[in-house]
């Protein structure tokens, strides 16, 4: 794990984010010898989490359906 100091850290951001993507985790060390860890946030989505789509289609439809599927 590599450990860098604020002002390295501050001027070479690509780098640092990068190498956190890689290893999942680098060091900031501050001049009070304070340590932050800068580790990827994973993103995460619900499965629900569905695109839209345009459908023409009117809500009494939708309801009439879903009222079918209820009675079988």
């Known amino acids: 794990m590599q450990v ?6 501050r001027q070479k951001l690509a780098l640092v984010l990068e190498q956190a ?4 985790k680098v060091l900031i060390r501050r001049k009070d010898g ?3 860890a800068l580790v990827l946030e994973k993103n995460i989505s619900s499965p ?3 695109p839209s789509i345009k ?3 009117a809500t009494q439809e939708i ?3 879903v009222r079918q599927g209820r009675e079988r």
């Open 4 to 9: 860098y100091t604020y002002s390295e850290a």
């Open 21 to 24: 993507e890689n290893t999942g």
């Open 34 to 36: 304070r340590t932050f």
């Open 48 to 50: 629900l989490d569905v």
């Open 55 to 57: 459908a023409k289609i």
């Open 63 to 65: 309801v009439d359906i």
